[in-house]
């Protein structure tokens, strides 16, 4: 077959888990630095694609714009990548089957979390606003989608980071289904363009487009602090509850079997 079980999904996940908490912090800031870029430039293509339709196409012009913020992820996972949303759910998964420690998962969160912000803020300063492909013709769209994300309120930021993590992990949980490159990326292309269509807040992608807005003069860092706080910990809960949670305690897959893919 050319699927996995979920029960087999599972047990992948822990292992993946395992494998990123052994990563050394020069692997993580390289590879964390890739995925904030890439994600950024999935969000920096989404802005490109809606500013230039007509407004009366509405929220059809949005659904096109989530369509082509997957590349994204999709980079990320097919030419390596270690995002924080992602690792919100493996690493408490593999903390769940007790194969790793708490503290691992501290450790490799705040690295990621270090690096995927230089790689987003990499992007929205020279990409944005040195060669301006988020100012111009497209800064009024990139400053209303920062001000909606800043202006929401902490409770509403947390609950929105929530929906977000549980269909960004739902598609790495689809990605580590398949056994071929179609395969995942058709696994992981339709929850992150639901993610973005419906309007949820990523922490990873919030780090390029806030920043883009405040680099363009417009917003300030104390007022993205809060939102940065709210998301995060609302995409924690997604991934590592909402689907790392739920799908061990669905499974359980047998500790042997994870610690003989070692």
């Known amino acids: 077959m050319s699927l996995h079980s979920p029960k087999e999904i599972a ?25 904030g870029a890439f994600i950024a ?15 009366e196409w509405g929220s059809f012009g949005g659904l096109l ?44 969160w705040f690295w990621v979390t270090v690096a995927n912000f230089i790689g987003s803020i990499a992007v929205a300063w020279f990409f944005g606003h040195v060669l301006g492909l988020t100012e111009g013709d497209y800064l009024k769209k990139t400053v209303a ?7 929401a309120d902490f409770m509403h930021a947390f609950i929105s980071g929530i929906g977000c993590n549980w269909l960004v992990c739902l598609a790495t949980w689809l990605a580590f289904a398949s056994k071929d490159v179609v395969g995942k990326i058709f696994g992981m292309w ?11 807040q990523h922490v990873v992608a919030n780090m390029f487009i806030i920043p883009a807005a405040i680099f363009a003069g417009y917003l300030s860092w ?19 509850v ?18 003989a893919t070692r």
């Open 11 to 35: 047990a992948i996940a822990i292992q993946a888990g395992v494998t990123k908490s052994h990563a050394s912090v020069s692997t993580l800031l390289i590879l964390g630095f890739m995925a």
């Open 41 to 55: 430039t999935g969000f920096l293509l989404d802005i490109h694609v809606i500013n230039s339709l007509p407004a």
């Open 65 to 108: 714009g989530a369509a082509v913020f997957p590349v994204g992820i999709i980079m990320t996972v097919l030419a390596g990548g270690e995002l924080l949303t992602g690792n919100m759910m493996t690493l408490p998964v593999a903390w769940f089957a007790r194969q790793i420690n708490g503290l691992s998962v501290m450790r490799n």
């Open 145 to 151: 989608i920062a001000t909606a994300k800043v202006n």
């Open 190 to 200: 339709f929850p992150v363009m639901a993610f973005v269509a419906i309007g949820f």
């Open 222 to 240: 104390a007022e993205y602090l809060p939102n940065f706080v709210a998301v995060f910990l609302g995409n924690a809960v997604g991934g590592a």
């Open 242 to 259: 909402f689907v790392g949670l739920a799908y061990y305690l669905a499974y359980r897959p047998a500790t042997e079997k994870v610690n």
